[in-house]
């Protein structure tokens, strides 16, 4: 996830803000969903459970990632679709992980 969302392992390389469920979220950073720059995934961190001040799984803290529906447009798989997301397929590797992951879906 940083070499995705981050130029140096802390500062974002891009953000953006977002309303998610209504509410306003300045500063999420973003990175390209695949190969093109018109979709984009933003990434958030619960850091209700923080204890040191950056993710990580041992304080079992969530994040979610998020993506913005902006018309249509074509893609790596389709001629034309409403959203792509990324989600980092290795969260199975991190200590601690329950290896569930929940996936919600609103649609505005």
């Given at each position: 996830m940083n070499a995705t969302f981050?130029?140096?392992?802390?500062?974002?390389?891009?953000?953006q803000t977002m309303v998610i469920?209504?509410?306003?979220?300045?500063?999420?950073?973003i990175a390209n969903s695949t190969n093109s720059s018109d979709f984009v995934t933003g990434i958030l961190w619960d850091s209700s459970n923080d204890t040191d001040g950056q993710f990580g799984p041992t304080d079992n803290e969530a994040v979610i990632f998020t993506?913005?529906?902006e018309?249509?447009?074509a893609s790596r798989y389709s001629d034309?679709?409403?959203y792509e997301?990324?989600?980092?397929?290795?969260?199975?590797?991190y200590v601690g992980?329950?290896?569930v992951v929940d996936f919600y879906l609103?649609?505005?």
């Open positions: 981050s130029s140096d392992g802390s500062d974002p390389k891009e953000i469920k209504y509410y306003t979220h300045q500063y999420v950073p993506t913005p529906i018309g249509t447009h034309s679709v409403y997301i990324r989600v980092p397929g290795t969260f199975d590797t992980s329950s290896g609103e649609l505005r």
